[in-house]
């Protein structure tokens, strides 16, 4: 059948972007809309900071008048300058299960990348590996947790058969309170006593310094993350929007910091998984009673998702990562809270595999970026 391809140029389209996840997944169980608001912002020029450096084009597909599918052509200059390569990128890719579409689709990507003289593409990453990036591949069994991404089983083909392989696997694993490993949180304990006689403390993260903490928190990402695949420092304006957006989410008793005479040296950040309230919000609105769903449901989730932790290099292979897991779990049994999904880990970083197979975890998810050569 027939479709037609239609840039995105006003606040309309995007409306029609964002929505149409909504009605591409209406009867999946598993799906949870993305926040209408923020999923507006960040494709906001004048106001997401990506757009500082980065530029994009959204296209949607149509069909008898009705969207069929959706993505966003990518130019991350921070990434290429970071790399020093000719990269471009594909992301927001959702689609009915129909090759046509996906490779009209795709096909706007490869182009807008040759046109910049780039060589390759990696997808999907909306925008970076800083946001939510990846395609499900495996674990389609429950709802994904807070700022994961989610899609239909189909994707993997649809992408593969556009002649797309597999760049990166990223792994998420599930750490329920009950299985976790004893010998490892006794171990922990172990560290932290260690670590206090070398002056190394580990303390809560102080909300109501939620500015100061999060500019301790940026430097140790930039640094720490530095040597991952697919890493882009943040910008400061990034980190401020992130900071921002986090902090209603951001709980005390989950989110960790470590300390070498008064100095930050490491962060682990734990979030309340929001996606058991955002589940039962219809197409992502938050008014008029869904911030109260919001607001109320964080305190009451049944998991957390272990979004982040970062040391930096030389306070590595301490104890620091495995005291962070141990206090979350410890926290999450004071709650009666299921357990914790530690997500996503690179699967080429074999120290935080390690870690969390170590601790019991189930790697229970896959998402996988795709490249090709152009």
């Known amino acids: ?21 909504h009605d591409l997944y209406a009867d999946d169980p598993n799906y949870v809309p993305e926040i209408f608001m923020g999923q507006m912002d960040i494709l906001d020029e004048k106001k997401y900071p990506f757009f500082k450096y980065g530029t994009t084009e959204l296209w949607l597909a149509y069909r008898d008048g009705k969207i069929v599918g959706r993505i966003a052509s990518i130019d991350n200059t921070n990434y290429n300058q970071h790399f020093k390569s000719t990269t471009g990128f594909f992301g927001f890719f959702d689609c009915i299960n129909d090759r046509d579409v996906a490779h009209s689709l795709l096909d706007k990507a490869k182009d807008y990348a040759n046109h910049r003289g780039f060589n390759k593409i990696i997808g999907p990453t909306n925008y970076s590996t800083n946001e939510t990036a990846g395609t499900l591949i495996d674990g389609f069994h429950e709802p994904p947790k807070v700022m994961m991404t989610y899609n239909a089983p189909y994707y993997k083909e649809l992408l593969e058969s556009f002649g797309l392989g597999k760049e990166m696997d990223l792994y998420a694993y599930l750490l329920p309170v009950e299985s976790v490993s004893k010998k490892s949180l006794r171990l922990a304990d172990a560290f932290e006593q260690r670590l206090e006689r070398k002056g190394i403390t580990i303390r809560k993260f102080k909300k109501k310094d939620i500015i100061k903490e999060a500019e301790g928190m940026m ?6 993350w530095e040597d991952n695949w697919g890493f882009v420092p943040f910008t400061e304006a990034e980190f401020n929007f992130l900071r921002n957006d986090l902090k209603m989410l951001v709980d005390e008793n989950f989110t960790f910091i470590a300390e070498h005479e008064g100095n930050m040296v490491g962060f682990g950040l734990t979030l309340p998984d929001i996606n058991e309230v955002l589940i039962k919000n219809k197409r992502g609105k938050l008014f008029p009673f869904g911030i109260f769903r919001l607001l109320f449901g964080k305190k009451k989730t049944n998991w957390v998702r272990v979004i982040a932790l970062g040391v930096l290099p030389e306070y590595r292979k301490m104890g620091i990562e495995a005291i962070f897991f141990a206090k979350n779990i410890a926290e999450a049994k004071r709650r009666k809270i299921s357990g914790g999904e530690a997500s996503w880990v690179l699967e080429s970083n074999t120290e935080m595999v390690n870690a969390a197979e170590r601790m019991n975890g189930i790697r229970y998810k896959t998402y996988r970026l795709f490249s090709k050569e152009i």
């Open 1 to 21: 059948m027939e479709h037609e391809l239609v840039k995105v140029i006003d606040k309309k389209g995007k409306k029609a972007f964002v929505n149409f996840p």
């Open 219 to 224: 430097n140790i990402y930039n640094k720490s």
